[in-house]
Protein backbone atom coordinates (compact mmCIF):
# COMPACT_ATOMS: atom_id res chain seq x y z
CA UNK A 1 0.00 0.00 0.00
CA UNK A 2 1.15 3.71 -0.95
CA UNK A 3 1.79 6.45 1.80
CA UNK A 4 -0.63 8.21 0.10
CA UNK A 5 -3.23 5.39 0.98
CA UNK A 6 -2.33 5.36 4.32
CA UNK A 7 -2.78 9.13 4.73
CA UNK A 8 -6.00 9.11 2.95
CA UNK A 9 -7.46 6.39 5.16
CA UNK A 10 -5.98 8.61 8.08
CA UNK A 11 -8.01 11.77 6.79
CA UNK A 12 -11.41 9.87 6.41
CA UNK A 13 -11.46 8.87 10.32
CA UNK A 14 -12.77 10.81 12.44
CA UNK A 15 -10.54 13.08 14.14
CA UNK A 16 -8.60 11.40 16.30
CA UNK A 17 -9.62 7.65 17.40
CA UNK A 18 -8.11 7.98 20.41
CA UNK A 19 -8.89 11.80 20.91
CA UNK A 20 -11.66 11.94 22.93
CA UNK A 21 -9.17 10.32 25.76
CA UNK A 22 -6.78 13.19 26.07
CA UNK A 23 -9.86 16.04 25.87
CA UNK A 24 -12.48 14.38 28.51
CA UNK A 25 -11.01 13.51 31.49
CA UNK A 26 -14.54 11.62 32.37
CA UNK A 27 -13.20 8.09 32.33
CA UNK A 28 -15.42 6.65 29.45
CA UNK A 29 -15.70 3.20 31.47
CA UNK A 30 -18.68 5.26 32.77
CA UNK A 31 -20.60 4.79 29.07
CA UNK A 32 -19.74 0.69 28.96
CA UNK A 33 -23.74 0.36 29.31
CA UNK A 34 -24.01 2.02 26.05
CA UNK A 35 -22.14 -1.69 24.52
CA UNK A 36 -24.43 -2.10 21.99
CA UNK A 37 -21.64 -2.52 18.88
CA UNK A 38 -18.19 -3.64 21.29
CA UNK A 39 -17.56 -6.66 21.77
CA UNK A 40 -18.33 -6.84 25.36
CA UNK A 41 -17.29 -10.53 25.43
CA UNK A 42 -13.56 -9.33 25.21
CA UNK A 43 -13.87 -7.50 28.63
CA UNK A 44 -12.89 -10.80 30.55
CA UNK A 45 -9.78 -11.22 28.06
CA UNK A 46 -8.63 -7.97 28.26
CA UNK A 47 -8.83 -8.05 32.62
CA UNK A 48 -6.61 -11.22 31.81
CA UNK A 49 -4.13 -9.40 30.01
CA UNK A 50 -3.96 -6.48 31.99
CA UNK A 51 -4.61 -8.09 35.62
CA UNK A 52 -4.25 -11.51 36.14
CA UNK A 53 -0.59 -12.35 37.71
CA UNK A 54 -1.12 -15.84 35.84
CA UNK A 55 -1.07 -13.73 32.33
CA UNK A 56 2.21 -12.43 33.31
CA UNK A 57 3.28 -15.64 34.88
CA UNK A 58 2.30 -17.32 31.09
CA UNK A 59 4.75 -15.01 29.43
CA UNK A 60 7.56 -15.32 31.29
CA UNK A 61 7.34 -18.54 31.61
CA UNK A 62 7.30 -18.81 27.42
CA UNK A 63 10.21 -16.73 27.50
CA UNK A 64 12.54 -18.41 30.01
CA UNK A 65 12.00 -21.40 27.45
CA UNK A 66 12.94 -20.05 24.86
CA UNK A 67 15.60 -18.18 26.96
CA UNK A 68 16.71 -21.82 27.43
CA UNK A 69 16.68 -23.10 23.57
CA UNK A 70 19.63 -20.33 23.33
CA UNK A 71 21.16 -21.60 26.05
CA UNK A 72 21.64 -25.07 24.63
CA UNK A 73 22.46 -24.35 21.26
CA UNK A 74 25.46 -22.10 22.47
CA UNK A 75 26.66 -24.85 24.53
CA UNK A 76 27.06 -26.93 21.47
CA UNK A 77 30.73 -26.32 20.81
CA UNK A 78 30.57 -27.90 17.87
CA UNK A 79 28.07 -26.60 16.02
CA UNK A 80 29.31 -25.24 12.98
CA UNK A 81 26.04 -24.19 11.22
CA UNK A 82 24.47 -21.05 9.85
CA UNK A 83 24.00 -18.48 12.60
CA UNK A 84 21.00 -19.07 14.86
CA UNK A 85 18.13 -16.71 14.34
CA UNK A 86 14.69 -16.29 16.32
CA UNK A 87 11.67 -15.62 14.53
CA UNK A 88 8.46 -13.84 16.51
CA UNK A 89 5.45 -12.75 16.03
CA UNK A 90 4.93 -9.22 17.27
CA UNK A 91 1.39 -8.14 18.29
CA UNK A 92 0.27 -9.90 21.57
CA UNK A 93 4.12 -12.01 21.61
CA UNK A 94 6.38 -8.72 21.21
CA UNK A 95 4.37 -5.92 21.86
CA UNK A 96 0.80 -5.71 24.20
CA UNK A 97 -1.99 -3.62 22.56
CA UNK A 98 -4.77 -4.68 25.34
CA UNK A 99 -4.90 -0.78 25.97
CA UNK A 100 -6.59 -0.66 21.91
CA UNK A 101 -8.88 -3.36 22.89
CA UNK A 102 -9.89 -1.84 26.18
CA UNK A 103 -10.03 1.57 24.18
CA UNK A 104 -12.84 -0.57 21.51
CA UNK A 105 -15.41 -1.81 24.59
CA UNK A 106 -14.99 1.31 26.21
CA UNK A 107 -15.93 3.39 23.55
CA UNK A 108 -18.44 0.97 22.14
CA UNK A 109 -16.83 -0.03 18.96
CA UNK A 110 -15.20 -2.91 17.24
CA UNK A 111 -11.94 -3.17 15.74
CA UNK A 112 -10.94 -2.06 11.53
CA UNK A 113 -8.59 -1.45 9.49
CA UNK A 114 -9.00 2.47 10.07
CA UNK A 115 -8.61 1.87 14.01
CA UNK A 116 -5.37 -0.06 13.53
CA UNK A 117 -3.98 1.94 11.33
CA UNK A 118 -4.22 4.78 14.05
CA UNK A 119 -3.44 2.65 16.43
CA UNK A 120 -0.06 1.06 14.88
CA UNK A 121 0.83 5.05 13.98
CA UNK A 122 0.57 6.24 17.37
CA UNK A 123 3.40 3.91 18.20
CA UNK A 124 2.39 3.70 22.29
CA UNK A 125 1.84 -0.26 22.61
CA UNK A 126 3.40 -1.47 26.08
CA UNK A 127 5.79 -4.89 25.87
CA UNK A 128 4.31 -8.52 26.79
CA UNK A 129 6.02 -9.05 30.30
CA UNK A 130 9.68 -10.96 29.79
CA UNK A 131 9.92 -9.71 25.87
CA UNK A 132 12.23 -6.83 26.51
CA UNK A 133 14.41 -8.45 28.10
CA UNK A 134 14.38 -11.71 26.18
CA UNK A 135 15.04 -9.86 22.63
CA UNK A 136 18.07 -7.96 24.47
CA UNK A 137 19.56 -11.39 26.07
CA UNK A 138 19.26 -12.83 22.34
CA UNK A 139 20.65 -10.13 20.39
CA UNK A 140 23.88 -10.14 23.19
CA UNK A 141 24.29 -13.77 22.34
CA UNK A 142 24.43 -12.87 18.32
CA UNK A 143 21.55 -13.96 17.34
CA UNK A 144 19.27 -12.87 14.63
CA UNK A 145 15.92 -11.52 15.12
CA UNK A 146 13.09 -11.26 13.09
CA UNK A 147 9.89 -9.74 13.67
CA UNK A 148 7.22 -10.92 11.27
CA UNK A 149 4.22 -9.69 12.05
CA UNK A 150 0.71 -8.88 9.58
CA UNK A 151 0.74 -5.12 10.80
CA UNK A 152 0.70 -3.57 7.22
CA UNK A 153 4.00 -3.39 5.37
CA UNK A 154 4.01 0.18 4.94
CA UNK A 155 6.89 2.52 5.70
CA UNK A 156 4.68 4.82 7.77
CA UNK A 157 3.70 1.54 10.13
CA UNK A 158 7.12 -0.09 9.84
CA UNK A 159 8.50 3.09 11.25
CA UNK A 160 5.84 3.79 13.76
CA UNK A 161 6.20 0.08 14.84
CA UNK A 162 10.27 0.36 15.41
CA UNK A 163 10.25 3.54 16.98
CA UNK A 164 7.37 2.05 19.32
CA UNK A 165 10.25 -1.02 19.87
CA UNK A 166 12.72 0.92 20.46
CA UNK A 167 11.47 2.90 23.53
CA UNK A 168 10.45 -0.06 24.23
CA UNK A 169 13.99 -0.88 24.34
CA UNK A 170 13.72 -3.86 21.74
CA UNK A 171 16.80 -4.41 19.69
CA UNK A 172 17.40 -4.42 16.21
CA UNK A 173 14.98 -1.38 15.98
CA UNK A 174 17.38 1.63 14.63
CA UNK A 175 16.34 3.21 11.26
CA UNK A 176 18.80 0.97 9.48
CA UNK A 177 16.58 -2.49 10.70
CA UNK A 178 13.88 -2.45 8.51
CA UNK A 179 15.01 -5.73 7.13
CA UNK A 180 14.08 -7.53 10.85
CA UNK A 181 10.83 -6.25 9.94
CA UNK A 182 8.70 -8.41 7.49
CA UNK A 183 5.22 -6.99 7.50
CA UNK A 184 2.43 -7.93 5.36
CA UNK A 185 2.74 -6.60 1.99
CA UNK A 186 -0.27 -5.45 0.23
CA UNK A 187 -1.96 -7.73 -1.77
CA UNK A 188 0.14 -10.38 -0.21
CA UNK A 189 -0.57 -13.99 1.42
CA UNK A 190 -1.24 -13.27 5.64
CA UNK A 191 -0.03 -16.67 5.61
CA UNK A 192 3.80 -16.57 7.22
CA UNK A 193 5.28 -19.50 5.43
CA UNK A 194 7.14 -17.51 3.03
CA UNK A 195 8.41 -15.04 5.02
CA UNK A 196 9.75 -17.55 7.60
CA UNK A 197 11.14 -19.55 4.80
CA UNK A 198 13.19 -17.01 3.52
CA UNK A 199 14.79 -16.45 6.85
CA UNK A 200 15.50 -20.05 7.10
CA UNK A 201 17.38 -19.87 4.07
CA UNK A 202 19.92 -17.69 5.55
CA UNK A 203 19.73 -18.82 9.28
CA UNK A 204 19.17 -21.42 11.49
CA UNK A 205 15.91 -20.71 13.46
CA UNK A 206 16.10 -22.18 16.92
CA UNK A 207 12.57 -20.73 18.04
CA UNK A 208 9.45 -19.35 16.84
CA UNK A 209 7.67 -17.09 18.96
CA UNK A 210 3.54 -16.30 18.25
CA UNK A 211 0.53 -16.13 20.44
CA UNK A 212 -1.78 -17.18 16.66
CA UNK A 213 -0.54 -20.96 15.68
CA UNK A 214 -0.03 -19.46 12.01
CA UNK A 215 3.05 -17.63 13.71
CA UNK A 216 4.18 -21.08 14.09
CA UNK A 217 3.49 -23.58 11.27
CA UNK A 218 1.91 -23.30 8.11
CA UNK A 219 -0.08 -26.46 9.05
CA UNK A 220 -2.96 -24.15 10.60
CA UNK A 221 -2.76 -21.84 7.40
CA UNK A 222 -6.55 -21.74 7.04
CA UNK A 223 -7.46 -24.65 8.78
CA UNK A 224 -11.04 -24.79 10.60
CA UNK A 225 -11.25 -24.92 15.10
CA UNK A 226 -10.95 -28.81 14.49
CA UNK A 227 -8.13 -29.60 12.14
CA UNK A 228 -6.15 -26.86 14.52
CA UNK A 229 -6.98 -28.92 17.18
CA UNK A 230 -5.75 -32.64 14.83
CA UNK A 231 -2.47 -30.64 14.23
CA UNK A 232 -1.91 -29.41 17.46
CA UNK A 233 -1.64 -33.27 18.68
CA UNK A 234 0.21 -34.04 15.69
CA UNK A 235 3.08 -31.68 16.28
CA UNK A 236 2.55 -32.02 20.11
CA UNK A 237 6.62 -32.30 20.55
CA UNK A 238 6.93 -29.31 19.40
CA UNK A 239 5.31 -27.16 21.88
CA UNK A 240 7.82 -25.60 24.16
CA UNK A 241 10.67 -26.90 22.08
CA UNK A 242 10.93 -24.67 18.68
CA UNK A 243 7.31 -23.83 19.27
CA UNK A 244 6.71 -21.33 22.21
CA UNK A 245 3.22 -20.08 22.42
CA UNK A 246 1.91 -17.13 24.29
CA UNK A 247 -1.67 -16.69 25.84
CA UNK A 248 -4.24 -14.12 24.18
CA UNK A 249 -7.79 -14.94 24.48
CA UNK A 250 -9.03 -11.42 23.13
CA UNK A 251 -8.69 -12.15 20.01
CA UNK A 252 -7.52 -14.54 17.18
CA UNK A 253 -7.78 -17.63 14.85
CA UNK A 254 -9.17 -19.46 18.37
CA UNK A 255 -12.20 -17.39 18.19
CA UNK A 256 -12.56 -16.32 14.22
CA UNK A 257 -12.68 -19.67 13.19
CA UNK A 258 -15.39 -20.74 15.52
CA UNK A 259 -18.11 -18.87 13.15
CA UNK A 260 -18.76 -18.85 9.83
CA UNK A 261 -18.61 -15.34 7.63
CA UNK A 262 -21.16 -13.19 7.74
CA UNK A 263 -23.21 -13.71 11.26
CA UNK A 264 -24.64 -11.24 13.09
CA UNK A 265 -23.55 -10.65 16.77
CA UNK A 266 -26.88 -12.48 17.41
CA UNK A 267 -26.43 -15.32 15.95
CA UNK A 268 -22.48 -15.50 17.08
CA UNK A 269 -24.07 -15.45 20.69
CA UNK A 270 -26.34 -18.50 19.72
CA UNK A 271 -23.91 -20.54 18.16
CA UNK A 272 -20.98 -19.93 20.88
CA UNK A 273 -23.63 -21.51 23.51
CA UNK A 274 -24.62 -24.62 20.54
CA UNK A 275 -20.97 -25.73 20.98
CA UNK A 276 -20.38 -25.79 24.03
CA UNK A 277 -19.51 -28.92 25.64
CA UNK A 278 -22.35 -29.98 28.31
CA UNK A 279 -22.40 -32.00 30.69
CA UNK A 280 -24.14 -35.48 29.16
MG1 LIG B 1 0.07 -11.86 17.35
Known amino acids: ?38 DVESVLSILYQQQAAEYRALCFQAYNIARQRIVDAKNNRNYKGKKFA ?10 DNSASNAWLYLND ?17 DSVPGSVSFFKYAYEQ ?50 KKLRREKIEKIDSVLVFLGDNLIDLDSAFDGQPIDV ?42 SLRASILRNVN
Not at 15 to 25: L, V
Not at 143 to 157: K, Q
Not at 255 to 267: A, I, V
Request: hydrophobic share 35%.
Open 86 to 95: VITDLDETAL
Open 1 to 38: MTKNFFFLILLSVSAGIFGCQSENTTPQKNNIHLNTNA
Open 142 to 191: GIDIYYISNRADSDIVVRSTIRNMHNLGFPFTDDTDTNHFLFLKSGGSSS
Open 109 to 125: STVNFPFLLQWWLKGVA
Open 228 to 269: RRKEVDRLKTKWGMNYIVFPNSIYGDWESKLYPPGLTKRQKD
